[in-house]
T-cell receptor, first 112, second 110 residues
Framework: DAGVTQSPTHLIKTRGQQVTLRCSPK?????VSWYQQALGQGPQFIFQ???????QRGNFPDRFSGHQFPNYSSELNVNALLLGDSALYLC???????????FGPGTRLTVL | GEDVEQSLFLSVREGDSSVINCTYT??????LYWYKQEPGAGLQLLTY?????DMKQDQRLTVLLNKKDKHLSLRIADTQTGDSAIYFC??????????FGKGTSLLVTP
């Protein structure tokens, strides 16, 4: 079992661009959550996907959107990138929406 | 959202015990967690405790919960240099997302 995988590992974008990050959940998991971790901060919840629907959402603007596919993998999209979007983006999967969350290694996004 | 507070830094000598403290404000918190993050890595769940428990022990780790004061602590016995990392306290209500503190950076010196 490969665990939770994320791609790419690192990404550099410029302000105003759009980015897509990808996450494959742990085998057997059907729920994916996304977190943003700014430097020196704890992870902040962005949203959670279950049964291909956004189930919960944190305090993030509409520039942040996502999708879950029938195979339970997920994408995080961020439009109109700002310098403040630079962070480590963590994906976590679980057996159910309330289940123990297993984290991937993250995607480091740098916005210049 | 509700606040989860942690001290930012702790330094201990190898072989000593480490105690990392956390306070939270959300009365509906049902699960309380401790995660470990090593440089360049994701989060690893170390242990968790239900809010109806006072203590949980798992090998070198002991979690104490004072629900009245909303205070959680993680004790690491016989701390090793490999325990150097950032430790995050987190809370959640059933079916809800994790709410993390800012993390405590633990440095273990030989």
């Amino acid at each position: 079992d490969a665990g939770v995988t994320q791609s790419p590992t690192h990404l550099i974008k410029t302000r105003g661009q759009q980015v897509t990050l990808r996450c494959s959940p742990k085998s057997g998991h059907d729920t994916v959550s996304w977190y943003q971790q700014a430097l020196g901060q704890g992870p902040q919840f962005i949203f959670q996907y279950y049964e291909e629907e956004e189930r919960q959402r944190g305090n993030f603007p509409d520039r942040f959107s996502g999708h879950q596919f029938p195979n339970y993998s997920s994408e995080l999209n961020v439009n109109a990138l700002l310098l403040g979007d630079s962070a480590l983006y963590l994906c976590a999967s679980s057996l159910s929406p309330g289940g123990e969350q297993f984290f991937g290694p993250g995607t480091r996004l740098t916005v210049l | 959202g509700e606040d989860v507070e942690q001290s930012l830094f702790l330094s201990v000598r190898e072989g000593d015990s480490s105690v990392i403290n956390c306070t939270y404000t959300d009365s509906s918190s049902t699960y309380l967690y401790w995660y470990k993050q090593e440089p360049g890595a994701g989060l690893q769940l170390l242990t968790y405790i239900f809010s109806n428990m006072d203590m949980k022990q798992d090998q070198r780790l002991t979690v104490l919960l004072n629900k009245k004061d909303k205070h959680l602590s993680l004790r690491i016995a016989d701390t090793q240099t490999g325990d150097s990392a950032i430790y995050f306290c987190a809370e959640s209500a059933p079916g809800y997302a994790l709410n993390f503190g800012k993390g405590t950076s633990l440095l273990v010196t030989p």
